[in-house]
Each structure stands twice: as C-alpha cells, then as structure tokens.
C-alpha cells in the first residue's frame, strides 16, 4: 500500500499491553487502550509523567517489549501489521522503516569506535548499504544537520564531542536508512536549552523536508507544543487527552492536562508553581473508574465506578466525566 500525506503511517488501535506481574501465573496491565495514529510529514508528542507508559509504547510499536509480554489491540505500519511480521520483515521494519532517537547519545555510543565506525555499523551489517557508501552519506547528512568538516569528525571518538554534537550524529543515524517513522524518545532531555532548541529545530526541519512521521515521547509540555503538530497526553498507561497541539495547549480540558499546564514554571514571568496533589500511579494501580480519579479536585463518585471513554469535545479527545461543568474552574496553564 503507498502512503499520501492523508493516509496514516503508523496506526495503533486499542493497544493494552500486560507484562508478568510480581507473582508468578498473575500479570500486571502497563498499557491500556490506546489508539494513535500519525501521518507522513507528522509530528506527534506523547507527554506524561515518569511511568505513565511513553517508552512502553515505543517499545510496542517497535516490537521489543519485555520478555512474557502480551500485546493487544493493533499496531499497523504502512497497512502491515507490526504483531504478525515474520523475523525478515521485522528485521527490515527495525533497520529501515522506523528509526529511534534516544535521550542520552553518549551512553548509547561505544566510546571505543570512531563516529564513522559508530555511524554505519548498523546499514552495513544489515546489507542496506557498502561501508563506502555508507561513510559518504553520513558525511552528507552530517553537514546537513550543520556539523562542520564532517570528514574529520568521523574519524573522531565519541568523547571529542560536546552533548549536542553527538546528539546530531544520532540524528545522522537515525536517518541514514531513509527511515518513515521517528521515534524520539526524549532526544533533547540532556542538553541545555539553546542547543535543545537547536537540535529539535534540525529534527524538525528533516521532518518536514522528508515528509517522515515522529513520535515525540517527553514529559516536558512546553517542549512538546513548541514541535508538534498533535498531542496526547498519557497518564497511567491511559490516553487521557489528545488533539490538535495548540488548541490543547491553549485551553487543556482534562484536569490531568491542566494540571501539568499549571504545574511548569514559566519562562517570562515569576508565578506560584501549583503542583498536582498526590502521586502517579501506574495503569496496573487503576481501578475500574477513571485512572486520575485519586489526585482530581473534580472528581465525584461516578469517576470512582466508571471508566471515561475517550470522547470528541470541539474537536478535542477528552476522557473526563465532567469535562464540559468543570472547564472554567480548571487552573489556568498558559504562562500570561
Ligand atoms: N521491564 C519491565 N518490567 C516490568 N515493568 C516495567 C518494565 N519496564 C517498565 N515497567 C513499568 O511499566 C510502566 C510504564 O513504564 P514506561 O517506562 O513506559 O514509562 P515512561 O512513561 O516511559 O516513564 P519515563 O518517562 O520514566 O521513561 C511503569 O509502571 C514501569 O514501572
């Protein structure tokens, strides 16, 4: 099947994930029911506490989950399904389809092989390209992610590098197969904030002139609205909010979101941090009513007994009982 700017890249439907839990024959849920989907030329950010299940969803749709996992739901690249692809296509998915950008490059890399050896190990031993062919491109790529005299870089050692340096030659890998799809997990998390922007906006700009797919896994909102186009905001292992990045960013209409809205400081102006009361739990610490049911000023008996679906608020998903009474009470998120 080809692939418009319409059509999904990456379809995922009511995915649940369960992994063994602590004793043996029982087994505890991390994800529960979530559907995304993104397109060509899209930028999607999945935002959420630390536990919520970002990385558990990667992992999903690369399939590398845990051993004893079980998946549910399906996970759909370009129309093929990712859960029945034999050991050749999944080999082929994960080497050239879809690409992951980790947070801290420096731990991924070995400090022992220069940036070139680091750089093309991947395509060549999987047969994608020759070393020579392999070393030429990634020089081109590297001067296209703005790394100068690349020639001379690749001869180097990892730690001849600063942070942002390295995390465009992970950039560099990870396009180097001409890859559909992007995973990035947290890419930026370790740098400062003028070489994170720099970064991101070279991320971006590949993006767009590729027409690739990303994910944008972060727990930093702000971070998340500056680079993408869609949002869904996850919370215990649950989609809790999702829609078009600025209108949700604007006006948040799940308490859980506009908590996380409220709770980040501002960059122009000094105000009063306001943090969610209580801690997060995990999808398998969930009971049957709604997952942030335990930390919302909102909550009433009904979010105790019963699940909320996902439902379309203007144009918004928002899986909250009372979305539309409370959406003037919740606190006010955008910095002024
Ligand atoms: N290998 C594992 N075995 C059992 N449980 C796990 C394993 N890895 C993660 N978990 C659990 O799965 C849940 C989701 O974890 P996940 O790593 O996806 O969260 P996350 O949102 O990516 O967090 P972070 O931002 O800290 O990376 C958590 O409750 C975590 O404890």
Known sequence: MSITDQESLLEIKNLQVDLPGPRKGTRKTIIQDVSLSIRAGEAVGLVGESGSGKSMTTKAIMRLLP?????????????????????KELLNYRSHE?????QDSRSHMNPLLTIGDFLVEGVVS????????AMTKSAQLMEEVGIMSPQARLAQ????LSGGQLQRIMIVMALLPNPGLILADEPTAALDMTV???????????LHSRNMGMLFITHDLDLAAAVTDTLAVMYAGV???????????DAPRHPYTA????????????????AIPGQPISASESGQGCVFEKRCAFSVERCRLERPALRNIDGQMVACHRAEEIVDRLPAGRAA
Do not use: D, F
């Not at 994170?196 to 590949?206: G, K």
């Not at 989609?239 to 960013?249: K, R």
């Not at 908590?259 to 306001?274: D, I, M, N, Q």
């Open 157 to 160: 050692y990892p730690h001849q």
């Open 259 to 274: 908590g996380l809205l409220a709770s980040r400081p501002s960059p122009t102006e000094v105000k009063k941090l306001v």
């Open 196 to 206: 994170q922007s720099e970064v991101m906006a070279i991320l971006n700009e590949q």
């Open 126 to 133: 999987s047969g994608a390209m020759t070393r020579e062919a």
């Open 67 to 87: 051993k004893g996992a079980e998946t549910r739901g399906t996970l759909n690249y370009k129309g093929r399904q990712i859960l029945t692809m034999s050991s």
């Open 98 to 102: 879809v690409s992951k950008i980790y």
């Open 239 to 249: 989609i809790v909010e999702q829609g078009p990045t600025q209108a949700l960013y």
